[in-house]
């Protein structure tokens, strides 16, 4: 696997970026809802869609912990499923990816 820590720095700037912005949107859930009834309607929605947010971005994260867990064991770049490579232009897309190209295409 070429250039690990390449691979480990970008994963740990994702990292930070995904804890800034769930950090931002703890925030923003948590700050004081409007006293008008159609505002807190329309700020119950924007709650919801930050929620799903946060948990796309916690998600991400656990993915990213996995990677960066591979890098340490030595079996980063190495499909979890059938043990082949995956592709530089899939970790390039996906620097978290645990599955090679036909895995994911067979899920």
């Given at each position: 696997?070429?250039?690990?820590?390449?691979?480990?720095?970008?994963?740990?700037?994702?990292?930070?970026?995904?804890?800034?912005?769930?950090?931002?949107?703890e925030k923003d859930l948590?700050?004081?809802?409007?006293?008008?009834?159609?505002?807190?309607?329309?700020?119950?929605?924007?709650?919801?869609?930050?929620?799903?947010?946060?948990?796309?971005?916690?998600?991400?994260?656990?993915?990213?912990d996995a990677a960066l867990?591979?890098?340490?064991?030595?079996?980063?770049?190495?499909?979890?499923?059938?043990?082949?490579?995956?592709?530089?232009?899939?970790?390039?897309?996906?620097?978290?990816?645990?599955?090679?190209?036909?895995?994911?295409?067979?899920?």
């Amino acid at each position: 696997m070429k250039d690990l820590a390449h691979y480990k720095d970008i994963l740990l700037t994702r990292k930070r970026e995904l804890y800034g912005r769930l950090n931002r949107i703890e925030k923003d859930l948590d700050t004081l809802k409007s006293g008008d009834s159609g505002d807190r309607a329309i700020e119950r929605e924007n709650d919801e869609v930050l929620e799903e947010f946060g948990t796309t971005g916690l998600k991400e994260l656990e993915a990213i912990d996995a990677a960066l867990d591979r890098i340490a064991a030595g079996t980063f770049g190495t499909c979890a499923k059938c043990g082949e490579p995956i592709s530089p232009a899939r970790l390039a897309a996906v620097p978290h990816a645990a599955l090679c190209e036909e895995c994911i295409a067979r899920q």
